[in-house]
């Protein structure tokens, strides 16, 4: 079975800083899909970025990387330069990347709070 | 283009009755899934369908059922509702689920409040 551990709870930072907010995995597939969420009070989930296992490049969108270290099982997710709007929940997920397996498995969660 | 849409948003029920949730997934999506979000348990994956079958199933009771119709709008029903069945119940749209999946959209949720 998979699982994703998210080891911080809640992140206090300073407005322009930028942020490494941890996620590891466990899988004993080859083949799976990492991505990014965020969660603002209204509960909508945003996707932010997608990292295949096979990619050798680490995934960037914007703002956002993934910091993607397949021999240590994880896969950060770095912002530059945060912004009060980044102030959410963020969640690491995984999918595999077999046929039938397109289901999510999420981590608990890191409360991000940008301070101005 | 449209993203994922999800009604309703709220939602309050009595304890013992039952509701049903809709989802219309982004156009050309043709997989959805549905996940539960409770403080206690995280996010929790209840379903999946494709072209109008379930491929997927998570840990949850019979109570919790759901569809897909041709268009691949999906609805979850919940019966007998419970107490801890109150939650924000989250869908998810995937482009095509016949390879690898690089992209789930998610909707803004509906909160369900059972009383």
């Known amino acids: 079975a998979q699982k994703i551990t998210q080891t911080q709870p809640g992140m206090f930072v300073q407005e322009k800083e930028a942020v490494t907010l941890d996620c590891t995995y466990d899988?004993?597939?080859?083949?799976?899909?990492l991505f990014w969420y965020k969660q603002p009070s209204s509960g909508e989930m945003i996707f932010l970025i997608y990292q295949g296992s096979y990619d050798e490049q680490n995934a960037t969108e914007g703002r956002y990387s993934l910091n993607f270290q397949k021999a240590r099982k994880s896969a950060n997710l770095v912002i530059s330069a945060s912004q009060l709007g980044d102030s959410a929940m963020y969640f690491c997920?995984?999918?595999?990347?077999?046929?039938?397996?397109?289901?999510?498995?999420f981590g608990t969660g890191t409360r991000l709070t940008i301070i101005p | 283009k449209a993203g994922v849409t999800q009604t309703p948003r709220y939602l309050i029920k009595t304890r013992g009755q039952q509701v049903t949730l809709s989802c219309s997934p982004i156009?050309?999506?043709?997989?959805v899934s549905w996940y539960q979000q409770t403080p206690g348990q995280g996010l929790q994956f209840l379903f999946e369908y494709f072209s109008e079958t379930q491929r997927n199933k998570g840990n949850f009771p019979g109570r919790f059922s759901g569809r897909q119709f041709s268009n691949s709008r999906s609805e979850m029903n919940v019966s007998t509702l419970e107490l801890g069945d109150s939650a924000l119940y989250l869908c998810?749209?995937?482009?095509?689920?016949?390879?690898?999946?690089?992209?789930?959209?998610f909707g803004q949720g509906t909160r369900l409040t059972v009383v």
């Open positions: 899988t004993s597939d080859q083949s799976y899909g």
């Open positions: 998810a749209s995937s482009l095509d689920s016949t390879g690898p999946n690089t992209e789930a959209f």
């Open positions: 997920a995984m999918s595999l990347r077999s046929f039938g397996n397109e289901k999510l498995t």
């Open positions: 156009s050309g999506h043709r997989s």
